[in-house]
């Protein structure tokens, strides 16, 4: 019976094994297939991530797949941030098993596969930092299980669907930086579960859901930079588990409850900066235990600030600034007392306010930990305290545009480290002790328009880091120091107008090589111009006016090329206009007046606009272009027979030529009817965008005046535009004809953008080539408006800005962070996702555009070239080999040909640039020690993190801050090495500056001003 019953076992078992393997192996097809098809769809591959990806290991050992203990399925689809570009495949949704899925930080675009609803099991959905675009399927909602949704960072648009509301165990929603319109659905205040939500970046608009105050679970919540109005509801401020809340740069209003903070215990990071809210900042901040960081910066708060915030224990960063806060009793400053006790806060930002009364002695026993004070423009009027020179580890001081007298302390020399100092626009007086020279990690002094007097220091030449100078309309004596002429670091500018200071202009200013303004106007100085002047090769702006200067123009001004104005007006000058001064080719303004100039004035570009030059005051000048109305030069006796003769010649020569010109007229104007019919239909033919003529583009960009010019470069002027028919606000980039090789440049960048399509390019909306209103030729590309400017301008304020932006704020760490990895998507599509590859050669901040969302957009391909697939030089212009210098790579030198690798030491150099604040043809390199070595110094196993952008104020940079810094400037060494051989590839960098983004999405300690 027994042998019976064991034979009947083996049959059953031998009977149902076909059918078990059967439907293993059909199961293993089914996953195997689809992750074929999902390859296949893979169109950039720069790792080779995907190299194991065939039959000779089974599918489970693939990169980046896992699959089930008990089941060969695949459970986990892992590859992120690895450059991988191309669609993604419907057949994803046969992954039925599949829980986990995550492409972040790729270049994937396309839409999101409606099929992805089949992946019943799916808890993870990991797509950001792509280009996906398109609407969020509807079906997603299917997946019941899913508990992160992170799809930020794509194109992604349309409104969110309702039934986003049935996603019970949903934990995480963050769907900022897409293009998401309409209302912020009240259903999702059903998402019971639900910890962080993003929403930040969009175009969301209405009211804010005073159904999220339903969500007991909610922690984390950004609804910032979007167009949502109305007042805030109160539910959400009795939410009590959130400990994180943004909605900064909204126009959200109300005003706050009084018992705020006692209704949010677990408050960390409160951010309302750039709203419309009002009233009295509530009495119950000072029992916020929790607060690390709080903005309400550009609202409209009133009233005081409450006296006692030394309750706040962890407070590390307090921005108030842009209100109208301050009592008419004045002493609004006592709050500052109680600070003394938060042993952690790094920054205070009260600027722009109302604040009346005296700067309290305490401010000097804040923690030392403090790195930034900025209280300018308001009220405050005393004397600066002595004790302020104890705090030693501030970086920033602002106390511009207030109402300060008495001198300035010689305690300041004690702020060894301070980079940003000042104070102009007050009362102060006295004089500027030696101890500024002790100051060594300055970089900007500005003490303009206040009553200082007596002698500047010669210790300032110790200030070896200055890079901006601004001490004009004082009261300074004697002469300049030559020490402050010695300071190559000198480039944004250096201003001593309007003060008193003598004698000569020291031979030692041709060591300012990199300095781009001089103003020493209103003064007494004399003697002759020096002729190192002409060494001061970057000088865009001179002003030398309202002294006694004798003497001639050096001949040596003639190599400073890149001169814009120049003012000698109010001298004593004497000799002829030197010729050259018509062919400088950047000349704008040039004021020669009331000096002792004669003889005949010379042609040329400047001199034939009455409106740039200026010649009043010069009684013995004469000729010169008719539109300056000078008396005719006189001839001498003995060259009047010779004139005689001349002008026969001349006559007789000139209707002959004339006869040949009309001949060669007829015959070139049959030819160019033909080019012109050709070419009014544009360069760029992805058309849909009507033509334009010329007369529509310069009724757009108000006749191209001059205040809507918004960037100039080699060839060609940018200019600000609306269009009539649609009212679009576009850019104009209008080629300069007369400039030799714009031409080339046209014609290259027209070839560059014919075909490339890509988030991080600057979109052309279509070009024109025709004819202007007096029948020169013309030629124009219109382009996407990009309305935050370009990164230079953020990177590098203009002079006498203390680093803000038009919100008050500056570019964050995050920021910074996703405009380098907007650029190296950008370059890794020219690099390897173009039919052609593309190489642009002339990547610097300024061909970086920024969009109303701080989103990168690459621009000027005028020196673009295309590679062939044998060799990286084959370009489509004749145009020389060309750049910036500082970010051109070095090989470029020795006449390397145009490669990927040359883009990649550019876009290193911008790395390093964007996170220390300094140019890379900065005062302080030269010779064999560059930015990058500066760089690489710091990270030495003994080195400090001394080298990052003091604008940021980090204070002590710890932990996983630390972490993500050290990892964006190797990026930035392995991109600029010399070695062409030792640079990483471009998708190599975008997969480290993924990561260290995702580190930095870990800690909230990375901004003056958290934007989310």
Not at 261 to 280: D, E, I, R
Not at 505 to 521: A, C, F, K, T
Not at 586 to 614: H, K, T, W
Not at 660 to 682: D, M
Request: glycine share 8%; charged share 15%; hydrophobic share 40%.
């Amino acid at each position: 019976m027994i042998l019976i019953l064991i034979e009947f076992l083996v049959l059953i078992t031998l009977y149902h094994i076909p059918a078990a393997n059967t439907a293993s192996l059909l199961a293993n097809e089914t996953d195997y297939r689809a992750l074929l098809a999902f390859k296949a769809r893979i169109t950039s591959d720069p790792f080779n991530a995907l190299s194991s990806w065939n039959d000779s290991v089974h599918f489970c050992s693939w990169k980046g797949v896992t699959c089930g203990s008990r089941h060969p399925r695949v459970t986990i689809l892992e590859l992120a941030s690895l450059g991988l570009a191309g669609s993604l495949s419907p057949q994803i949704g046969n992954l039925t098993f599949l829980q986990r899925l995550n492409l972040s930080g790729n270049a994937f675009d396309g839409a999101i596969p409606e099929e992805i609803s089949k992946l019943s099991r799916l808890q993870i959905i990991a797509l950001a930092n792509n280009s996906l675009v398109g609407k969020l399927p509807r079906n997603l909602t299917i997946c019941k299980n899913l508990l992160y949704i992170i799809l930020h960072g794509n194109n992604l648009e349309g409104q969110l669907p309702d039934t986003l509301s049935s996603l019970g165990k949903l934990i995480v929603l963050s769907l900022s930086t897409n293009g998401f319109t309409g209302s912020i659905p009240r259903s999702l205040g059903n998402l019971s579960s639900l910890n962080h939500l993003y929403l930040a970046r969009n175009y969301f608009e209405g009211s804010v859901p005073s159904e999220l105050g339903q969500l007991s679970n909610l922690a984390y919540i950004s609804l910032a930079t979007n167009n949502l109005s109305g007042p805030m509801p109160t539910s959400l401020y009795n939410s009590s588990s959130i400990i994180s809340f943004s909605i900064v740069v909204n126009n959200v209003s109300g005003s706050l409850p009084s018992d705020l903070f006692l209704t949010l215990p677990k408050l960390q990071g409160f951010y309302l900066g750039v709203n419309s809210f009002s009233g009295p900042l509530p009495a119950s901040i000072t029992n916020a235990s929790e607060l690390r960081m709080i903005d309400i910066s550009q609202n409209s708060f009133t009233g005081p600030i409450p006296v006692d915030l030394g309750g706040l224990k962890n407070l590390e960063v307090l921005n108030f600034g842009g209100n109208p806060l301050g009592t008419e009793e004045g002493d609004d400053l006592r709050f500052l007392a109680s600070l003394t006790n938060c042993t952690n806060l790094r920054i205070l930002w009260s600027q722009l306010n109302s604040f009346k009364g005296a700067l309290p002695d305490s401010v000097g026993n804040f923690s030392d930990t403090f790195t930034s004070l900025m209280l300018d423009r308001n009220f405050i009027s005393g004397a600066i305290p002595s004790g302020i020179g104890n705090l030693v580890n501030l970086e920033v001081l602002s106390l511009y545009s207030n109402k300060l007298v008495g001198s300035v302390p010689d305690s300041i020399g004690k702020l060894s480290k301070l980079k940003m100092f000042f104070m102009y626009q007050n009362n102060l007086s006295g004089t500027i002790q030696h101890t500024l020279g002790n100051m060594t990690s300055l970089i900007q002094l500005n003490l303009r328009e206040n009553m200082l007097e007596g002698a500047l220091p010669s210790s300032i030449g110790n200030c070896t880091q200055l890079d901006n100078v601004d001490l004009s309309q004082n009261r300074f004596i004697g002469p300049i120091p030559e020490e402050l002429f010695g300071l190559s670091s000198l480039s944004a500018g250096l201003r001593l107008a309007k003060n008193h200071f003598t004698g000569r202009l020291p031979s030692q200013v041709g060591n300012l090589i990199n300095l781009r303004e001089l103003d020493v106007s209103e003064n007494s100085m004399s003697a002759e111009l020096p002729s190192t002047l002409g060494t001061c090769q970057v000088l865009e702006l001179l002003v030398l006016r309202g002294n006694k200067f004798n003497g001639t123009i050096p001949s040596s001004l003639k190599n400073l090329r890149g001169l814009q104005v120049l003012d000698l007006s109010r001298n004593n000058l004497s000799g002829p206009i030197p010729g050259f001064l018509g062919d400088l080719p950047l000349i704008e303004n040039l004021n020669l007046s009331f000096n002792m100039f004669e003889g005949e004035v010379p042609n040329g570009r400047i001199f034939d606009n009455i409106s740039a030059v200026s010649l009043a005051g010069n009684s013995k000048l004469c000729g010169g272009p008719p539109v300056l109305q000078l008396s005719k030069c006189k001839i001498p006796r003995s060259r009047r027979r010779t004139w005689t003769t001349v002008v026969a010649v001349c006559v007789t020569t000139a209707i002959l030529l004339t006869l040949l010109n009309i001949i060669a007229f007829v015959l070139y104007r049959s030819k160019e009817s033909k080019a012109e019919a050709e070419s009014t239909t544009g360069f760029l033919h992805w058309d849909p965008h009507p033509k334009l003529s010329y007369m529509e583009i310069s009724e757009a960009t108000d006749g191209f005046s001059p205040s809507n010019i918004i960037g100039e470069g080699s060839f060609g002027v940018v200019y600000k535009g609306v269009l009539a028919s649609s009212e679009q606000v576009v850019a104009v980039k209008v080629l300069k004809p007369d400039i030799r090789g714009a031409d080339q440049s046209f014609l290259a960048e027209c070839e560059a953008l014919r075909n490339i399509r890509h988030r991080n390019l600057v979109k052309t909306i279509t070009s024109c080539s025709s004819t202007d209103s007096q029948g020169n030729h013309f030629k124009a590309l219109m382009l996407d408006y990009m309305p935050n400017g370009s990164l230079e301008k953020w990177l590098h304020p203009i002079p006498n800005d203390t680093g803000e932006n038009d919100n008050g704020t500056t570019l964050s760490i995050m920021q910074r962070l996703n405009i380098a990895i907007d650029m190296a998507s950008a370059l890794h599509y020219l690099h390897h996702q173009c039919q052609t590859p593309i190489v642009h050669c002339d990547l610097k901040p300024n061909n970086v555009l920024l969009d109303l969302d701080f989103s990168a957009h690459l621009s000027d391909f005028g020196l673009a070239k295309f590679l062939t697939a044998e060799k990286s030089g084959i370009t489509t212009s004749s145009i020389g080999l060309r750049g910036t210098i500082g970010y051109v790579a070095p090989e470029y030198g020795f006449g390397g040909e145009a490669s990927a690798l040359g883009d990649v030491y550019s876009f290193g150099i911008l790395l390093l640039e964007m996170f220390t604040g300094k140019r890379p043809t900065g005062p302080m390199f030269g010779g064999n020690f560059g930015l990058r070595e500066f760089v690489e110094q710091s990270l030495l196993p003994d080195g400090q993190m001394q080298v990052i952008d003091p604008m940021l104020c980090l204070g002590e940079v710890e932990g996983s801050l630390r972490e993500c810094l050290v990892s964006v400037l190797r990026v930035g060494l392995k991109c600029s090495n010399s070695s062409p051989k030792e640079r990483v590839d471009i998708g190599e960098a975008l997969q480290e500056l993924s990561k260290a983004r995702d580190v930095l999405d870990n800690t909230t300690r990375y901004s003056c001003v958290v934007t989310h």
